[in-house]
């Protein structure tokens, strides 16, 4: 619900560095097909606009998670190929024919289910199969493969895709990894000559070994971080300003925000923000006299969040500038060069993708740059 006015605030996609970083990611996974997960509005990005730029770097293979996502991305650029990973709703088929999406199909009753359309109008449509290798999320067992593959043949079908999905991944020294790798190429086994799929964004960082026909590459499009403990090497994608609407003074022992639970220990320069945690800034950002919180950057210097983050409003102290004073209306740094998505998400006990995701506040969104 972004307010036209962009008094709220103004978030800043770089579609620019949207398409660098698919480059990025297309040449470290040379000789296999480097898809664009675009799910959940593109990581809170923009769907149409990210999915279209993707096309322009390159990207023809899209992966949804829900039917709607893929309807959106089929509107933005007509002759992708589209996954969608959520698999098949009950009742779906019909919409995913008219649509040309693809399921990830991940149970038999789901198998059924399309094979049953398929047989109805005699035609194969494209799906692909998803196994569970090891984190009892969506997916077949195992020990399905067999009857998955008999059913097929029965039938004469041929999947387009069979993939996976890493749990660990983000710990490329994870033994899980290993296993999941393992288990993955014996399904590979019974599906002869079909193409396969593993690797997230940091499957695909971890080694060829994860690549196989197709990598599935999300959050490091979007600038996150995708390995623990290493030096990210992707372009951020998002900035967000939002306005400063007073500055005060305010004298030691004074407290800040609800519950009273921070109290200055020094006469201080407050920054009062038009932000708040209805916007996506969590609450768990908020800073206390025990715990710090979250950071804000104003002129380009990091100040800490006090006291409770409130739906509409947060406070920065901003001693630290001195006579450096903002004046009212002048942006401050939510995130973007100074403070990334991932100092935002280790703040607030969260991760850089639920910090994208959470991108939908009171503010307008534009974008900038060029994927050509
Ligand atoms: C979200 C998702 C991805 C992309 O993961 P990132 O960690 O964002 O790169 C790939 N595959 C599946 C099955 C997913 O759900």
């Known amino acids: 619900m972004a307010l036209a006015s962009g008094l709220g605030g103004q978030l800043t996609i770089d579609l620019g560095a949207l398409a660098r970083n698919w480059r990025a990611l297309d040449k470290v996974s040379a000789g296999s097909l480097t898809a664009a997960v675009v799910k959940a509005d593109a990581y809170g990005t923009g769907i149409t606009q990210s999915s279209r730029a993707l096309y322009t770097a390159g990207a023809r293979f899209f992966f949804a998670a829900t039917p709607d996502e893929g309807m959106a991305v089929r509107a933005a650029v007509p002759d992708a190929h589209i996954f969608v990973l959520n698999g098949l709703y009950p009742g779906a088929a019909n919409l995913y024919v008219r649509q040309n999406l693809m399921p ?75 296993t999941q790798l393992a288990l993955f190429q014996s399904v590979m086994a019974q599906f002869p000559g079909i193409p396969a799929s593993l690797a997230n964004s940091a499957g695909l960082m971890t080694g060829r070994d994860y690549h196989f026909q197709m990598v599935r590459p999300g959050i490091a499009l979007y600038g996150g971080r995708a ?48 932000h708040g945690y209805a916007d996506g800034f969590f609450r768990s950002l908020s800073g206390n006299n025990v715990r710090p919180g979250g950071k804000v950057a104003v002129r380009g210097r990091i100040c800490p969040v006090v006291g409770r983050v409130s739906m509409d409003l947060l406070v920065v102290d901003i001693t630290e500038l001195g006579h450096d004073l903002p004046s009212p209306g002048e942006g401050a740094e939510i995130v973007g060069p100074t403070i990334s998505v991932d100092d935002q998400a280790d703040a607030g006990g969260t991760i850089g993708y639920e910090v994208l995701t959470s991108l939908k506040g009171r503010y307008g969104r534009h974008y900038v740059g060029s994927a050509d």
């Open 227 to 274: 390995v623990t403990g290493r030096k990210n090497p992707m372009a951020p994608v998002v900035t967000l300003h939002v306005p400063i609407l007073q500055v005060k003074e305010a004298r030691t022992g004074e407290s800040v925000g609800y519950g009273a639970t921070y109290t200055l220990s020094r006469d201080s320069r407050l920054a009062i923000i038009s």
């Open 104 to 178: 990830v199909l991940s149970s038999m009753e789901m198998l059924e289910e399309w094979l049953a359309k398929c047989l109805e109008r005699s035609e194969a449509y494209p799906a692909a199969l998803h196994f569970d290798t090891g984190m009892n999320r969506l997916g077949f067992r195992l020990n399905e493969a067999a009857i998955v593959r008999g059913r097929l043949e029965q039938l004469g079908y041929a999947p387009q895709m069979v993939m996976s999905h890493l749990a660990c991944a983000d710990q490329p020294n994870h033994e899980k990894n290993r």
